[in-house]
């Protein structure tokens, strides 16, 4: 992928609780397949729109750092867990924003089933004015399949924006969205904790370096 032109970041949230290796190979497909310059992993503080993390911010945080800490291109951010109150995603964008300046090309990465939500966010509209949006989806999707399954109002905003290159990201600073085929691995946070609380093993799941730590912290249990 060339790397010419104005850099592209890429802005990967979620509560991440655990982190595992479906989220891991996303960023890992995504970063390399676009030219991303670096992937940062934002976890949810309190998030608005699904049940609060089982974990704390500050293990949820410690997860990311332990299982992300030995590729370059990852890069922790904890600014969502130490906000007070819910998390919006629009307040770490518009932040992330004015850090970065206008030369630096942001791009949120979401999944198909965050994606069809985004009319449910806290001034979604807004986020087509601050940054690109990456959907990552499985192979073969196609755009026809995810804009049957958007909101009409969502579908409208949209119907624009689509792009079939990832070099077009790089030429216009925001309101950009690009489908990216990635590997999605069949794995579930949700299925993660279950295991973890019965004591069955989550090897090869989740990186063992993150594994170890739930153990010492005793968490999910």
Not at 42 to 50: I, K, N, T, W
Not at 146 to 155: D, F, T, Y
Request: aromatic share 10%; charged share 25%; proline share 5%.
């Amino acid at each position: 992928m060339s790397n010419s032109g104005s850099p592209l970041v890429g802005i990967f949230g979620g509560t991440f609780d655990p982190i595992h290796y479906g989220h891991l190979r996303i960023a890992e497909e995504i970063v390399e397949t676009v030219g991303l310059q670096k992937m940062y992993f934002v976890p949810a503080g309190m998030p608005r729109l699904r049940h609060s993390p089982a974990a704390s911010p500050k293990h949820r945080v410690e997860i990311v750092r332990l299982a992300i800490q030995k590729n370059p291109a990852f890069v922790l951010d904890d600014r969502e867990i130490y906000r007070d109150g819910v998390s919006y995603s629009i307040d770490s964008v518009r932040e992330f924003k004015q850090e970065f300046g206008e030369e630096v090309r942001l791009c949120l990465v979401l999944g198909v089933d965050a994606f069809i939500k985004l009319s449910k966010w806290n001034n979604w509209k807004e986020l087509f004015n601050l940054c690109h949006f990456i959907i990552s989806t499985r192979p073969g999707y196609i755009l026809t399949s995810i804009n049957e399954l958007l909101p009409k109002e969502l579908r409208e905003e949209c119907s624009q924006r689509w792009v079939s290159s990832a070099e077009s990201l790089r030429k216009d600073t925001s309101g950009l969205i690009f489908i990216a085929s990635t590997t999605m691995l069949d794995i579930s946070a949700t299925s993660i904790r279950a295991d973890i609380s019965v004591g069955r093993s989550v090897r090869y799941l989740v990186p063992d370096i993150a594994i170890n730590y739930i153990s010492a912290n005793k968490l999910y249990l």
